[in-house]
């Protein structure tokens, strides 16, 4: 059984910059693609960017392509979210996300998930 712990969420100001990162109890870490979602109150969580197991390749959704980077670090078992120039309709819980398959992790199936941190950006 996996587990993922996020953190680094909080309040920032709009233009701003935070880093979520997410801890996987893994030893294998790299037979995991990761990614990260977010949902904000009354609708559904949606796919935010992803990476493959070996980091190779990098996927985001359109919103904040040029602003978000996701990374990974298979050494310390450790998923990063670096957001900058945050937006206020960035704020959201944000989840961290993993599965064997690439393809389930982008489609929002994931078998793991983290239990969320809360990203608020004030405009």
């Known amino acids: 059984q996996l587990q993922l712990v996020e953190s680094g969420g909080g309040l920032v100001q709009a233009g701003g910059s935070l880093r979520l990162s997410c801890a996987t109890s893994?030893?294998?870490?790299?037979?995991?693609?990761m990614g990260w979602f977010r949902q904000t109150p009354g609708k559904e969580r949606v796919f935010v960017a992803a990476i493959t197991g070996s980091g190779d390749s990098t996927y985001y959704t359109d919103s904040v392509k040029g602003r978000f980077t996701i990374s990974r670090d298979n050494t310390e078992n450790m998923e990063y979210l670096q957001m900058n120039s945050l937006r206020p309709e960035d704020t959201a819980v944000y989840y961290c996300a993993a599965d064997v398959r690439l393809s389930v992790v982008l489609y929002g199936g994931s078998r793991y998930w983290g239990q969320g941190t809360q990203v608020t950006v004030s405009s």
């Open positions: 893994s030893r294998a870490a790299s037979s995991y693609a």
